[in-house]
């Protein structure tokens, strides 16, 4: 029984020296993970105890008797245990001194200077009015066969409420009747023209007659403004060689015809108009006929909307810098 015991006892301790040298390798390894950061740090080694490697460790354990086997285990545990005690130092790159004083100054970049180019100031150009109102859209705006007692005031409105002027081409006849009129129309900035005495066909009368039209209208119209016509529209638009040789002035004729005097629709007489615009063109109408006046409350306006200023003829050949001529026909202000 009791050599039983011992072969007992004896075995347990092979199982406890397994047990041992398993703990010893997983030191092992351990110990090598520790030991290569303080290998590579001299500071760390003590010089006068030499260091085991894993190998000799084990090799130790395994010629030496149970007893030793223990103790080797202690002193292995031991040391592990002293070397986790000691601190553990950073390794951290040299620090490279500066060899010059300009090395301890921050590097600044300094980008040599750029030579700004002085470009001469164009000389500036003052525009004059001329340019400027030949630049703008315009067409002229004409009224015939006036002027009408209650009809043309009216239009007056309609032209000062849309901040532009006319032209309005009134008969010799009708002047005296209705001077108060007439000054109404010319103090309102608008042109008065001259549209013969009696509004006859100037293609059937002779010289003599034409110029008697002509000069008759005229005084007419300087006894009430103060001022001569600078236009002539012939009746009918006539203007044969005979008209212009016996005009002392220039003729204007138009080149949008509204036929607003025509048994058509309102809408009509407005299509007229809006679908010939092209600057600088004179358009036709007449201040006697009531539907003038209802179709020219829409068609201002829209005239502007679209980009157009409207004026009298005489200011639009003198916006456009046309010089006039007498005896010459004009219906559109188009300089060559």
């Known amino acids: 029984m009791k050599l039983k015991r011992k072969e007992?006892?004896?075995?347990?301790?092979?199982?406890?020296?397994?047990?041992?040298?398993?703990?010893?390798?997983?030191?092992?390894?351990?110990?090598?993970?520790i030991s290569i950061p303080i290998l590579i740090n001299?500071?760390?080694?003590?010089?006068?105890?030499?260091?085991?490697?894993?190998?000799e460790e084990v090799a130790v354990v395994s010629n030496d008797n149970e007893n030793k086997e223990i103790v080797a285990?202690?002193?292995v545990l031991n040391d592990v245990e002293k070397k986790e005690d000691l601190p553990v130092v950073e390794i951290v790159p040299p620090i490279k001194e500066p060899t010059r004083e300009e090395d301890e100054l921050p590097i600044e970049v300094i980008n040599?200077?750029?030579?700004?180019?002085?470009?001469?100031?164009?000389?500036?150009v003052e525009e004059t009015n001329e340019v400027k109102q030949q630049e703008k859209k315009m067409v002229a705006l004409s009224y015939d066969d006036g002027p009408s007692k209650t009809l043309t005031p009216e239009l007056l409105e309609i032209l000062k409420d849309n901040d532009c002027t006319a032209t309005f081409f009134v008969l010799g006849n009708?002047?005296?009747?209705?001077?108060?009129?007439?000054?109404?129309?010319?103090?309102?900035?608008?042109?008065?023209g001259n549209h013969s005495f009696d509004h006859s066909n100037f293609a059937n009368l002779s010289e003599s007659e034409?110029?008697?039209?002509?000069?008759?209208?005229?005084e007419a119209i300087y006894e009430v403004t103060n001022e001569y016509p600078t236009f002539f529209r012939p009746p009918y638009g006539s203007t044969t060689e005979k008209v212009k040789e016996a005009a002392d002035c220039p003729l204007a004729l138009w080149s949008i015809d509204s036929n607003d005097w025509r048994k058509i629709s309102d809408e009509d007489v407005i299509n007229n108009v809006i679908l010939s615009l092209e600057d600088g063109k004179i358009i036709l109408m007449h201040d006697i006929h009531e539907r003038t006046i209802e179709v020219s409350k829409i068609l201002i306006p829209k005239i502007k909307e679209l980009g157009y200023d409207i004026v009298s003829i005489k200011e639009l050949y003198e916006a456009k810098g046309i010089e006039l001529e007498d005896g010459s026909v004009y219906s559109k202000a188009k300089k060559n």
């Open 8 to 33: 007992s006892l004896k075995y347990k301790k092979a199982i406890k020296v397994k047990f041992i040298r398993k703990i010893i390798k997983n030191i092992a390894i351990g110990t090598i993970a």
């Open 210 to 218: 034409i110029k008697e039209q002509l000069n008759s209208t005229n």
């Open 73 to 75: 285990v202690e002193i």
């Open 42 to 55: 001299s500071c760390y080694i003590n010089e006068s105890k030499p260091v085991l490697t894993p190998h």
């Open 112 to 124: 040599p200077p750029i030579k700004e180019e002085t470009i001469p100031n164009p000389t500036p």
């Open 174 to 192: 009708r002047v005296k009747q209705y001077s108060d009129i007439i000054y109404e129309v010319y103090s309102a900035g608008n042109e008065i």
